[in-house]
């Protein structure tokens, strides 16, 4: 039969009817633990309660009007990220894609209004993820992704991480800035070493370049603070924000210093949803509880235990699970074994998590997550464990 779905996705053979906290339930009754928050996305985890009021509350005002008009909802997220951040204004949009487009033409605006039409090279990273525009398709530079959409656009060079010689040798006349996230999520949750990202800091500095940041999946207090560049001592000049920025409601955003701001004038850019009262609603909710005294300690926290936990199965079965990597609440499991297999082991045990590449899953619970929902959650890998190691025993 055919699906009315373009079939884009490999979709498990789950439906959920409603969710509560860190817990989704399927149409039939079951009830799964979620370690992947939509990847990355429901930020409060489902049928959050002030999250739902303001979504509620906003739909029976006013969804959408455009932005021919003021939006007080959009000016009051807008001011509240400044507030906490390296920024100077805020752009917002729908997606995390659709963010880093902005980044882009930004960065190169802001070169070409400096008398450097020449600048526009965008130096990007060897296995990172920027979305699936056309653009940012080749952002990411995954040729998987890129075969059968037509040639590569010329302008996006791609190097490897953490060699700050090799960045220097692709430093050249049309270089206009850099694209990086300070955790590469979708490729298996590296860590960029903060070294690297200073000394990316000093590059630009020296040569007038632009330092963008990706922190579509690792912002939003995914990784213990409201920003993940916020665990290093420098700050980007633009940056990209979607997924947890709203709970699950669409948005994204983008973020920038004034000298690259101000060249994004009328008519530059646009968005005919992006930044609506409703969603900007939803970004404020996210934000009243984010941003309350200690939840982003308790993120650090509980995610610091969490991959305590996630250490010991790799102790105790290293024949499953070969390495625990990531920050927060933004974890990886290397698989010693197909990563597949242990994520279809895991739903078995109705536990919800995300593939990454370099055979990592991803355990990426909602932030809201406790102590004790954690210990259910290995439990639940252990289970995992034990039958995939049955499992191996019975082929051998």
């Given amino acids: 039969m055919i699906s009315a779905l373009m079939p884009t996705y490999n979709r498990a053979n789950l439906a959920f009817d409603h969710g509560n906290g860190v ?8 009830r799964f633990l979620d370690f992947g928050a939509g990847i990355a996305t429901s930020s409060l985890g489902h049928n959050h309660p002030l999250l739902c009021k303001a979504i509620s ?10 932005n021919l008009y003021q939006i007080p909802q959009a000016i009051k997220l807008a001011e509240r990220l400044i507030a906490i951040s390296f920024a100077d204004s805020v752009f917002f949009c729908n997606s995390g894609a659709e963010a880093n487009e902005g980044v882009i033409k930004a960065i190169r605006r802001a070169q070409y209004k400096n008398n450097h039409p020449e600048r526009t090279d965008i130096i990007c990273f060897n296995h990172a993820f920027h979305g699936r525009t056309i653009a940012t398709l080749n952002a990411t530079g995954n040729q998987k992704y890129l075969e059968g959409f037509g040639p590569k656009i010329p302008g996006i060079k791609h190097i490897p991480i953490h060699d700050i010689d090799l960045v220097k040798e692709a430093i050249n006349q049309n270089t206009a800035g850099f694209l990086i996230e300070p955790i590469q999520g979708e490729s298996g949750i590296t860590v960029i070493s903060p070294d690297f990202l200073k000394a ?50 669409p948005m994204g955003a983008f973020l920038a ?6 060249h994004m004038t009328f008519g530059t850019h646009g968005s005919t949803f992006g930044g609506n009262p409703l969603a900007c609603a939803a970004g404020n909710a996210v934000m009243d509880i984010i941003l309350k005294p200690g939840f982003l300690k308790n993120i650090r926290e509980t995610g610091l235990y969490l991959k305590e936990q996630l250490q010991q199965l790799t102790e105790i079965y290293p024949d499953v699970y070969a390495e625990v990597r990531g920050k927060g609440l933004l974890l990886g499991l290397k698989g010693a074994i197909p990563a597949n297999e242990i994520q279809n082991a895991a739903l078995e045990q109705n536990l919800l998590t995300v593939l990454a590449g370099n055979n990592v899953i991803r355990i990426i619970p909602p932030l809201i997550i406790t102590k004790e929902e954690c210990l259910d959650g290995i439990h639940r890998l252990r289970n995992a464990a034990e039958q995939l190691r049955k499992n191996l025993k019975s082929v051998q």
């Fill in 23 to 30: 817990w989704l339930f399927t149409v039939d009754g079951r």
């Fill in 57 to 66: 509350e906003q739909a029976k005002k006013v969804i959408h009007v455009s």
């Fill in 200 to 249: 990316l800091r000093q590059i630009c500095d020296e040569n007038d370049l632009f330092l963008g940041f990706d922190e579509v999946q690792c912002g939003v207090g995914r990784t213990g603070k409201f920003f993940a560049y916020q665990w290093t001592d420098i700050e980007p000049d633009i940056l990209s924000l979607a997924k947890g920025i709203a709970g699950g409601v």
């Fill in 257 to 262: 210093k004034e000298k690259i701001a101000k």
